[in-house]
């Protein structure tokens, strides 16, 4: 229900950039670190949900369609 409730607000362009930077800053400053699970439970969504978030806007920059 949490989920259902909280997926606009996690898919708006804002938001998915913004996430996909946090991502890309926690991998730079330690590529061993579980940022992906980090960034999942500071905002309160499913770590499995993130990773696809995080994954199409990668696609996305590199011109692959999800």
Request: net charge positive; no cysteine.
């Amino acid at each position: 229900k949490h989920i259902k409730r909280t997926h606009a607000r996690h898919h708006t362009l804002e938001a998915i950039e913004s996430y996909y930077q946090r991502y890309l800053d926690g991998v730079v400053k330690n590529g061993a670190a579980p940022v992906l699970l980090e960034l999942a439970n500071e905002v309160n969504y499913a770590p499995s949900l993130m990773a696809r978030i995080i994954l199409e806007r990668f696609l996305q920059e590199h011109k692959e369609t999800p």
